[in-house]
């Protein structure tokens, strides 16, 4: 659960700062990208994780890369660095757990 809470917080945290960059609300960005009412700031507070849907319509709005919002690269590059790999596949973990 360690790893899970660590990544939730890093996620929000680039989350938060693209939210800011773009000068956009929460409210803002749930209108935009189309998500239900209270998630943004939940996904930033590391509370819940974005499915892989919202991540892609978020990621669009604020002008990133969903690789960005989930490892912090704009690209991952899953043969050289296994902090990324690792990174990738506990998101997977946790999508598939939502299924």
Request: glycine share 8%.
């Amino acid at each position: 659960m360690k790893e899970r809470d660590e990544f939730l917080s890093e996620l929000g945290k680039r989350l938060k700062k693209a939210r800011e960059n773009q000068r956009m609300t929460q409210r803002e960005l749930t209108e935009l990208a189309n998500t239900a009412k209270g998630s943004v700031s939940a996904y930033e507070q590391g509370v819940t994780e974005p499915g892989v849907k919202s991540l892609k319509r978020i990621a669009d709005v604020l002008g990133v890369s969903v690789a960005w919002l989930i490892s912090g690269a704009e690209s991952i590059d899953l043969g050289t660095d296994p902090a990324r790999v690792s990174k990738i596949k506990e998101y997977i973990r946790f999508l598939d757990m939502q299924k």
